[in-house]
């Protein structure tokens, strides 16, 4: 199975970020990954990979060679979607339907009349125990629009109103509650059940919900699986950076800070010596040039489907690249054979943000925020060109295999 076929099964069942985590903590097992739990004390062992999950939605999976500062390539798991409320059951003109608040800054347009799901995880009680599992209903919903006839303006001049117009209906009549009478408690969203599929007249282009960021972290975790095991090379995979990153498994929390002091302790390094030597590749996908609009991207700097991994940069650094960062991995990747590309947003246009700046401030490094370049960021489904695919996975192996030494004066040495 090529990787592309992998990841359209993987991205297909990945619906939530439990179900992703859940998928690629699957991968590092078949892989002979060490799990790892955060409330056991870690006795690491050189050229071995270990794992940890924390929240059930995060994951970090790390070599532990004999390099002196970790490469880590950081990516996150969540995708905007809809989150069902408590109580979430409304009957109206003889139709169920449920309450929900928005997950993320979605293209919420998109929603209407296709195929989703509901899914997530739910608490139950076992005895004297509490149990976390994981849960995706058998049947697909719908969010109907309303029709041409009763909206004139549709097509001009519709705005999505969060609390009227999202609620998916689930049913004719009265009927069991979604939320079973077992679970003591859920975190239950409403997913796009879209299957992914090639488009174009080469099958070039990719179409599948929750590319952004999943085209990013399957990469990752397939390049830490292919790692060599005498490297510090570390695969963080965080949720929540639709909302911000600020939880205990996001970006913002100390997962990795925490997870790389364990590396460091265990492996009787000093902590503040090996981040002075570390390097950070922060993915998350890109805006390619819209062949619709292509007024939209920078009239210097447009990014081509199809045309290598995207280095994105920003004055006000909300991507983290700099000249230096920049340079290092445009190295690694013409060493690796990937094309790059730079990323500027319009200087009249806000600028969006990722998980490397954040991150940044627990884990102060060397950093690079790159991606890979898609159409209709955060709609139902985007879309990539499928060979862009395999160009991130090549660049983060490309990246783990790199020796980068930064000796403060002036140079860098790369091998
Ligand atoms: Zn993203």
């Given at each position: 199975m090529s990787y592309l076929e992998r990841f359209m099964a993987d991205v297909e069942c990945s619906v939530t970020p439990y179900h992703a985590v859940e998928t690629i903590k699957n991968k590092f097992l078949s892989a002979d990954f060490v799990e790892l739990k955060e409330s056991e004390t870690w006795n690491l062992e050189r050229n071995k990979k270990y794992f940890a999950v924390r929240n059930g939605s995060a994951v970090i999976a790390f070599t532990t060679g004999s390099a002196c500062g970790f490469n880590i390539v950081a990516a996150h798991t969540d995708s905007p979607c809809l989150k069902v409320k408590k109580n979430p059951e409304i009957t109206t003109g003889g139709v169920r339907k449920l309450n929900v608040e928005t997950y993320?800054?979605?293209?919420?347009?998109?929603?209407?009349?296709r195929p989703l799901k509901l899914a997530g995880r739910y608490v139950e009680k076992n005895g004297d125990e509490l149990r976390v599992k994981l849960f995706k209903s058998e049947r697909s919903f719908v969010v109907p629009s309303v029709a041409i006839h009763f909206n004139r303006e549709a097509n001009t001049s519709f705005a999505v109103n969060s609390q009227i117009d999202l609620m998916p209906v689930v049913g004719l009549g009265a009927g069991e509650s979604v939320?079973?009478?077992?679970?003591?408690d859920e975190d239950l969203f409403v997913v796009s059940d879209e299957k992914p599929f090639l488009a174009g007249e080469k099958g070039e282009f990719l179409v599948s919900?929750?590319?952004?960021?999943l085209a990013s972290a399957f990469a990752a975790a397939e390049a830490v699986i292919n790692a060599p095991a005498d490297g510090l090379s570390v695969c963080f995979l965080a949720d929540n950076e639709e909302v911000?990153?600020?939880?205990?498994?996001?970006?913002?929390?100390?997962f990795l800070k925490s997870t790389l002091k364990r590396i460091a302790c265990s492996l009787g390094m000093d902590f503040d010596t090996a981040l002075a030597s570390s390097f950070m590749v922060s993915a998350d996908n890109a805006h390619a040039v819209h062949p619709n609009h292509p007024?939209?991207?920078d009239p210097t700097n447009s990014v081509i489907l199809g045309e290598g991994v995207v280095v994105k940069h920003h004055a006000n650094q909300?991507?983290?690249?700099?000249a230096v960062s920049s340079a290092v991995i445009k190295q690694i990747a013409e060493k690796a054979g990937i094309k790059t590309q730079d990323f500027f947003m319009r200087s009249d246009l806000r600028c969006g943000s990722t998980l490397g700046a954040i991150s940044s401030t627990q884990v102060s490094v060397k950093s690079v925020d790159v991606g890979i370049a898609q159409l209709?960021?955060?709609?139902?489904v985007e879309t990539v060109a499928a060979s862009d695919l395999e160009a991130a996975v090549k660049l983060f192996e490309g990246f783990f295999k790199a020796k980068i030494q930064f000796p403060e004066d002036g140079r860098i040495i790369l091998k």
């Amino acid at each position: 199975m090529s990787y592309l076929e992998r990841f359209m099964a993987d991205v297909e069942c990945s619906v939530t970020p439990y179900h992703a985590v859940e998928t690629i903590k699957n991968k590092f097992l078949s892989a002979d990954f060490v799990e790892l739990k955060e409330s056991e004390t870690w006795n690491l062992e050189r050229n071995k990979k270990y794992f940890a999950v924390r929240n059930g939605s995060a994951v970090i999976a790390f070599t532990t060679g004999s390099a002196c500062g970790f490469n880590i390539v950081a990516a996150h798991t969540d995708s905007p979607c809809l989150k069902v409320k408590k109580n979430p059951e409304i009957t109206t003109g003889g139709v169920r339907k449920l309450n929900v608040e928005t997950y993320g800054g979605g293209l919420w347009y998109t929603w209407f009349d296709r195929p989703l799901k509901l899914a997530g995880r739910y608490v139950e009680k076992n005895g004297d125990e509490l149990r976390v599992k994981l849960f995706k209903s058998e049947r697909s919903f719908v969010v109907p629009s309303v029709a041409i006839h009763f909206n004139r303006e549709a097509n001009t001049s519709f705005a999505v109103n969060s609390q009227i117009d999202l609620m998916p209906v689930v049913g004719l009549g009265a009927g069991e509650s979604v939320i079973k009478e077992s679970w003591l408690d859920e975190d239950l969203f409403v997913v796009s059940d879209e299957k992914p599929f090639l488009a174009g007249e080469k099958g070039e282009f990719l179409v599948s919900p929750r590319l952004d960021d999943l085209a990013s972290a399957f990469a990752a975790a397939e390049a830490v699986i292919n790692a060599p095991a005498d490297g510090l090379s570390v695969c963080f995979l965080a949720d929540n950076e639709e909302v911000g990153s600020s939880t205990k498994q996001g970006a913002g929390g100390t997962f990795l800070k925490s997870t790389l002091k364990r590396i460091a302790c265990s492996l009787g390094m000093d902590f503040d010596t090996a981040l002075a030597s570390s390097f950070m590749v922060s993915a998350d996908n890109a805006h390619a040039v819209h062949p619709n609009h292509p007024e939209k991207s920078d009239p210097t700097n447009s990014v081509i489907l199809g045309e290598g991994v995207v280095v994105k940069h920003h004055a006000n650094q909300n991507y983290t690249t700099d000249a230096v960062s920049s340079a290092v991995i445009k190295q690694i990747a013409e060493k690796a054979g990937i094309k790059t590309q730079d990323f500027f947003m319009r200087s009249d246009l806000r600028c969006g943000s990722t998980l490397g700046a954040i991150s940044s401030t627990q884990v102060s490094v060397k950093s690079v925020d790159v991606g890979i370049a898609q159409l209709a960021m955060h709609s139902a489904v985007e879309t990539v060109a499928a060979s862009d695919l395999e160009a991130a996975v090549k660049l983060f192996e490309g990246f783990f295999k790199a020796k980068i030494q930064f000796p403060e004066d002036g140079r860098i040495i790369l091998k």
